[in-house]
């Protein structure tokens, strides 16, 4: 996508072909969206388009509709401290497998992968059995282990991106001029690694915020994520509040994103992840 | 626990093992106070691992160092007191050149106006004082290995440690840097070891030169003593003599081409030398003189030589003054 759409400008005396692709990439992107955000502002009750007038009735609704503010906290709460503890357990474990003289190193790191190719419904199945049931961990813990597992590839594999383009002398160098280990890794290795980290965290956050599978089989009373209570209300009931929820979400990543683009830098954070 | 020499940094018998293989065996050092001593060899001789022993990246599998009379053997390299300049320069992304070169200072917990006042001092000697608020990739290949310098010369190291410090700037660049690298030290007096593959670099900086092949010390001394001299042929081959051959009564010899004479077929010979018999098999034009490439009885010999009567496939007879041959231990 970024290809086609740096191409654009010039494209456009010489490449039409292209410019014709990129322009269909991106109504068959956001098509679907724009569609879900015009019926979002309907006045009338049911999902139609073209929808019937403007109004801001259902943003309404769907403000003062329980489960969803219950399902938004939950959903906050689950992905901020999902994304936090998988980066506390994934940085370390970045740097032991890229920096330390680790015995199986390869194991290791396929391990911290591991839940990005394992189904999430097996995942989701075994924690329900293992933790809930046969241990009797709360569903709220269980929901943000589950969650935390789905988000360790990520913290790995793109610190570890970021930490394999860094030059290993940098902590050789702050070695020599005196630092010890720990000042060396607070001083040098975090600061080096933190457009990593900044991206391991928004990537983080957005796919726990965004998870159904785990969150739908881990969820219990008090427990339902934002995704799960709108699946849940889609099933009895198909009015324009989902459109509406979808349009608040839609704003929330376009902030987010705008915000990550500010502080670090898109390419900076996906620059390194094919490496 | 002292070692009661005058060297700023001895080695004793150190050699480095990656399982089976001797990557430095049995390397005996000792580098004078104020001196710059270039680890010398073609690459994987063991003059870096050699480096980073001294410097406490790599730990001996057997022997001893010595750092200021004490037993650096064990020691982490923060505690070394050690100004090293990577290959890589490895300035910190993150921080500008004043804090760069403020580093070790800051870590060491010295006052903020003084790390100020000795980054400043460090910057100077450098020549880029006024970069200090830059980050290193504004910089170019060549002031990024001035901060670096300055960087492992703010701490007042007791040795300096130089990786190839030349070796990633262009041809002009490096000459420069490298007289620049001499007044540096010169001016510091900061006891220096540079590693290096580039003998014309070690013999215009060192007042050492310690050349390596495979692990072991093949010569050490001072480069008017060695170049002149090279005690065996790996030696001479490093230091760019390319004839070889063996005289009746010196046994393998060496000698440079400017050396050798190339004199008519017919005539007496020379007293105070060898001559022996040859071929012309090319001449190259160099301006001042030709280079002339000998068939000597099988031996390729190249001789430096100015007259205009020689020609390609003329038989002549060389010659090989005593004075100029050096034997060399097989």
Redo the contacts between chains.
Sequence with gaps: MSRAGRSLRPARERRPVLTVLAVAAYLIMLGPALFVVAVAFTSGSTITFPPEGFSLRWFGAAASYRPFLDGLGTSALVATAATVIALAVGIPATLAVHRGRLPGRAVVQNLFLSPIVLPELVLGLALYQQLMVGLGVTASGVLLIGHTILLLPYAVRVTGASLALA?P??E?????????PV?TFF??TL??L?PGIAAAAVLGFVTSFNNVPLSLLLQGPGTETLPVAMLQYVQTSYDPVVAAVSVVLLLAAVVVAVVAERLVGFNKIFGGIGS | MRDGSDAVVRLAKVSRHFGDVAAVDGVDLEVPAGSLTALLGPSGCGKTTTLRMIAGYEHPTAGQIFIDGRDATGLAPEKRNIGMVFQSYALFPHLTVAKNVGFGLKVRGVAREEIRRRAHEALELVGLSELSGRRPRELSGGQQQRVALARAIAIRPSVLLLDEPLSNLDARLRVQMRAELARIQRESGITTILVTHDQEEALQLADQMVILDSGRVAQAGHPRKIFPAPANRFVATFLGYENFLTLPGRGLVTIRPEHVAVLPESGTAPDGGQSRPGTISRITYRGTDSLVTLDVEGDTILAAASDPDLHEGSRVRTFFPDDRVVPLAS
């Design positions: 030059d002398a940098l050789e160098a702050a070695r020599g001029l005196g630092a010890g000042t001083r040098v600061p080096v933190r």
